[in-house]
């Protein structure tokens, strides 16, 4: 099975050439922003002590140089558990040595993974005054998991999202892809991380950057950026009663193709869609207000490439005779799929074809402990099409010992034996678990199916196991429990197996 781990072709190159190296010292205070600032924590029982600690590092070390305050940032701590728990209010420590605390004395509470429960729990405090949120100013999660979950975190995150949070998740784990990539804002190569907990550091700082491109205060900017859209968000400057904002917007090198648009005093955010593919946009905010005079705010916003699919190809489930492929993005433009696989080395291959509202299948009927190459090609409604590859390995089939045997060979003394399991075998693990003495191990070459126990005393019940040797998966073994009849009767034994 193919494994990958996502990170930006940027980032890396950048890290590469130490230019996003861990940050080191005393970094220069961040002012001029306002934000509620909330970090979903996984304190669940499948997370180690140590991956909880670097995590409350790196939690630190993203805030550090944020100012902190009623007008500038505040900052949470939600528990992911079996109950979500806040650690401490948005309002509670408002200067950077409280909250350096605050997150040292933060401890783990174990438990289970709800996730989606916590999300739930998250949304309620981020609007709560008792919670010490404020209302009017951006509000961001940023989720660190290790990519497991017990619980639907599909329809609270968007619940969030509707609700203007800005979402920036980090997979220290082997998360799925699409689901994360779905439940992050847009795009997800800004707002989705996959990085081992030991190399949370390089991520710091352009996390901490996207952060900042959300909660800078007094200013019109964009985020959700796409091939096509962006959302504005701008601070409160006017009211439903005090007057209403005029949006000015067109291509940087076509000033003449402005387009304009009114909203009411009440909106501080609005997306614009519809746009050309990386293209710059200049945007001019005018409150037109009759009470007081507020000067115009303009940016300028550059939308992405033209989206492409497929950008990624995943195997997964992979068995003897079968896997599924899958893949990402999925795009309205797109009419169908063609998976083209075959094995490798090999000129042969088959077709199958997929709806284009699909984004993985699974391929079936395939020769056991083989390499395939497969194709993935999406045919768009415009008659263009693009592909990409990736290889694919079945596992090898016939995993099980069978017919585990013993023989009385004296005193004390078993010979156990077995029919060979199917596939390559590299050889078997022969385990003796005895009720009285130690356990003991043997490994035997693939052409041995027998083994010689010795030092079992009588009277003893004794579990054996014999498990096969593969090179690319795990064998399964069989167990039987053996009984030595004591000494004092006729030499012999039984032996039942296990349930």
């Given at each position: 099975?193919?494994?990958?781990?996502v990170?930006?072709?940027?980032?890396?190159?950048?890290?590469?050439?130490?230019?996003?190296?861990?940050?080191?010292?005393?970094?220069?205070?961040?002012?001029n922003?306002?934000?509620?600032?909330?970090?979903?924590?996984?304190?669940?029982?499948?997370?180690?002590?140590?991956?909880?600690?670097?995590?409350?590092?790196?939690?630190?070390?993203?805030?550090?140089?944020?100012?902190?305050?009623?007008?500038?940032?505040?900052?949470?701590?939600?528990?992911?558990?079996?109950?979500?728990?806040?650690?401490?209010?948005?309002?509670?420590?408002?200067?950077?040595?409280?909250?350096?605390?605050?997150?040292?004395?933060?401890?783990?509470?174990?438990?289970?993974?709800?996730?989606?429960?916590?999300l739930?729990?998250?949304?309620?405090?981020?609007?709560?005054?008792?919670?010490?949120?404020?209302?009017?100013?951006?509000?961001?999660l940023?989720?660190?998991?290790?990519?497991?979950?017990?619980?639907?975190?599909?329809?609270?995150?968007?619940l969030?999202?509707?609700?203007?949070?800005?979402?920036?998740?980090?997979?220290?784990?082997?998360?799925?892809?699409?689901?994360?990539?779905?439940?992050?804002?847009?795009?997800?190569?800004?707002?989705l991380?996959?990085?081992?907990?030991?190399?949370?550091?390089?991520?710091?700082?352009?996390?901490r950057?996207?952060?900042?491109?959300?909660i800078?205060?007094?200013?019109?900017?964009?985020?959700?950026?796409?091939?096509?859209?962006?959302?504005?968000?701008?601070?409160?400057?006017?009211?439903?009663?005090?007057?209403?904002?005029?949006?000015?917007?067109?291509p940087?090198?076509?000033?003449?193709?402005?387009?304009?648009?009114?909203?009411?005093?009440?909106?501080?955010?609005?997306?614009?869609?519809?746009?050309?593919?990386?293209?710059?946009?200049?945007?001019?905010?005018?409150?037109?207000?009759?009470?007081?005079?507020?000067?115009?705010?303009?940016?300028?916003?550059?939308?992405?490439?033209?989206?492409?699919?497929?950008?990624?190809?995943?195997?997964?489930?992979?068995?003897?005779?079968?896997?599924?492929?899958?893949?990402?993005?999925?795009?309205?433009?797109?009419?169908?799929?063609?998976?083209?696989?075959?094995?490798?080395?090999?000129?042969?291959?088959?077709?199958?074809?997929?709806?284009?509202?699909?984004?993985?299948?699974?391929?079936?009927?395939?020769?056991?402990?083989t390499?395939?190459?497969?194709?993935?090609?999406?045919?768009?409604?415009?008659?263009?099409?693009?592909?990409?590859?990736?290889?694919?390995?079945?596992?090898?089939?016939?995993?099980?010992?069978?017919?585990?045997?013993?023989?009385?060979?004296?005193?004390?003394?078993?010979?156990?034996?077995?029919?060979?399991?199917?596939?390559?075998?590299?050889?078997?693990?022969?385990?003796?678990?005895?009720?009285?003495?130690?356990?003991?191990?043997?490994?035997?070459?693939?052409?041995?199916?027998?083994?010689?126990?010795?030092?079992?005393?009588?009277?003893t019940?004794?579990?054996?196991?014999?498990?096969?040797?593969?090179?690319?998966?795990?064998?399964?073994?069989?167990?039987?429990?053996?009984h030595?009849?004591?000494?004092?009767?006729?030499?012999?034994?039984?032996?039942?197996?296990?349930?």
């Open positions: 099975m193919l494994a990958k781990t990170i930006s072709l940027g980032l890396w190159l950048q890290f590469a050439a130490g230019q996003n190296a861990p940050e080191r010292g005393p970094q220069p205070s961040v002012s922003s306002e934000g509620d600032l909330l970090f979903l924590l996984d304190s669940s029982g499948s997370v180690s002590y140590y991956e909880f600690s670097k995590v409350k590092e790196f939690i630190w070390d993203l805030l550090r140089p944020f100012t902190f305050g009623p007008k500038d940032v505040q900052t949470s701590i939600i528990h992911i558990s079996t109950t979500p728990t806040m650690e401490f209010p948005f309002d509670r420590y408002l200067s950077s040595g409280t909250v350096q605390q605050a997150i040292r004395d933060t401890r783990q509470l174990m438990g289970d993974t709800n996730t989606g429960q916590a739930s729990y998250a949304k309620e405090k981020f609007f709560s005054d008792g919670a010490g949120a404020r209302p009017d100013v951006p509000k961001v940023v989720w660190v998991t290790d990519g497991f979950s017990t619980d639907d975190i599909s329809e609270p995150m968007q969030l999202k509707d609700m203007g949070v800005t979402v920036f998740i980090v997979s220290t784990g082997r998360g799925n892809y699409l689901e994360l990539s779905a439940a992050a804002s847009q795009p997800p190569e800004k707002h991380h996959f990085v081992d907990v030991d190399d949370l550091p390089i991520i710091t700082k352009e996390l950057d996207a952060i900042l491109d959300v800078q205060a007094n200013r019109l900017h964009a985020v959700d950026i796409t091939s096509s859209s962006f959302r504005l968000t701008w601070p409160q400057l006017l009211s439903q009663e005090t007057g209403y904002y005029t949006l000015e917007y067109a940087a090198g076509d000033l003449a193709r402005k387009r304009t648009t009114q909203v009411s005093g009440a909106h501080t955010s609005l997306t614009l869609s519809n746009l050309a593919p990386e293209t710059a946009y200049e945007v001019v905010l005018i409150p037109e207000s009759n009470i007081h005079y507020f000067p115009p705010q303009a940016t300028r916003v550059t939308t992405l490439p033209e989206e492409i699919t497929p950008a990624q190809v995943f195997i997964s489930e992979s068995g003897p005779h079968s896997f599924q492929v899958s893949w990402a993005p999925m795009l309205d433009s797109v009419m169908g799929y063609q998976i083209l696989y075959g094995p490798l080395p090999g000129n042969s291959a088959k077709l199958l074809e997929v709806d284009g509202k699909k984004n993985s299948t699974v391929v079936e009927n395939l020769a056991p402990n390499t395939y190459l497969v194709t993935v090609t999406a045919v768009y409604n415009s008659g263009k099409e693009r592909s990409l590859s990736a290889k694919a390995c079945t596992q090898e089939e016939g995993s099980k010992v069978r017919h585990l045997r013993f023989e009385d060979m004296g005193p004390n003394t078993l010979k156990a034996s077995w029919d060979a399991a199917d596939g390559k075998v590299l050889g078997y693990r022969v385990r003796c678990r005895r009720q009285t003495g130690p356990s003991s191990v043997l490994s035997v070459s693939p052409q041995v199916h027998s083994v010689l126990l010795t030092d079992l005393p009588s009277g019940t004794n579990k054996v196991c014999v498990k096969p040797v593969y090179k690319n998966q795990a064998g399964k073994g069989l167990c039987r429990l053996v030595m009849q004591p000494a004092t009767d006729a030499q012999g034994y039984n032996h039942r197996p296990t349930a």
